[in-house]
């Protein structure tokens, strides 16, 4: 075991009512006629300093080892959102070391905090930076540590790195957390309802693909995000083909390849 803030306290405590209990015993014995007046506050120090490096040395000494460690062996894990959630989450990922997460950093929209420190990890950059920040730092996983994500940047996020490695987790909503603080066993994988910001909509499958089966169906503004997501989902239902439309030639061309490449079989 090793020493606490709690355990600070206890000693500094039980250190001064020794120290009380002691000076007023010298006090009515021999009124300090045979003593210097600073050696009940110099005993007091001494045995406060000795106390406290006992206690924690293998606090700094274990800490010291397991940053080292986490950093040879972890998987490099970047959190989204330095605030009080993301802060609890990094000590929770430095209390369980045998899970070999390794923080190279935060990312937060707060400028203010760029540049500051939580718990030796840096805050690196805004948000919208974390492409680059994760090619930069080798990140393997993500951690979204915050109420209210971004889905459309989150989305993108995980869109740019689906054919890699790169895992994404999420925490619960701020709400869920209400009562409790974040725990590495909440920890989950990224959902729609995430990247949308309210519940997920039920289809009835059935349905839409007896209506859209066979059919030639016209997607307009099909290379911007929307519609060339709509054009993935229509690819699924198996139309008799899709007729791409818009201006922009270099994402009309992008996704006409990657239907043809992905859906040859349905369309």
């Known amino acids: 075991m090793y020493a606490s803030i709690h355990d600070l306290v206890e000693i500094i405590k039980v250190t001064l009512l020794s120290s009380l209990i002691s000076t007023t015993a010298l ?12 050696v009940p506050v110099l005993d007091t120090l001494l045995l406060l300093s000795f106390l406290c490096i006992r ?36 000590s929770e990922i430095r ?4 899970l070999k997460l390794n923080p190279v950093g935060f990312l937060d929209d707060n400028v203010q905090k760029i540049g500051a420190h ?31 994500p971004d889905g459309k940047l989150i989305s993108r996020l995980i869109r740019s790195f689906e054919h890699t490695d790169v895992k994404f987790k999420i925490l619960p909503s701020l709400g869920s957390l209400f009562f409790d603080s974040p725990k590495l066993n909440q ?10 910001g309210r519940p997920v909509v039920d289809l009835e499958i059935e349905s839409i ?24 989902q229509v690819a699924v239902f198996e139309p008799s083909r899709i ?20 859906y040859r079989d349905k369309i």
Not at 28 to 34: I, K, L, S, V
Not at 129 to 137: D, K, L
Not at 248 to 256: D, F, G, K, R, S
Request: hydrophobic share 40%; proline share 2%.
């Open 209 to 232: 693909r007896s209506y859209l089966k066979g059919k030639s169906i016209l997607v307009s503004g099909a290379g911007g995000s929307i519609g060339s997501e709509l054009c993935r």
């Open 95 to 98: 209390r369980h070391n045998e």
């Open 118 to 148: 939580i718990q030796g990890i840096p805050i690196l950059a805004k948000i919208d930076q974390a492409e680059q920040i994760i090619n930069r730092f080798g990140v393997k996983q993500v951690i979204i540590a915050m109420s209210s």
């Open 243 to 262: 007729l791409l439309l818009d201006s922009a030639e270099t994402p009309l061309y992008e996704i006409e390849y990657e239907l043809g490449k992905n």
């Open 55 to 90: 206690s924690f040395s293998w606090r700094v000494f274990r800490d010291q080892y397991i940053l080292k460690k986490s950093k040879e062996e972890g998987l490099p894990t970047l959190i989204l959102g330095a605030g009080k959630v993301g802060a609890t989450l990094l």
């Open 27 to 38: 006090l009515f014995y021999n009124r300090f006629e045979q003593l210097s007046r600073m």
């Open 187 to 196: 920890l989950r994988e990224v959902q729609v309802e995430d990247l949308l």
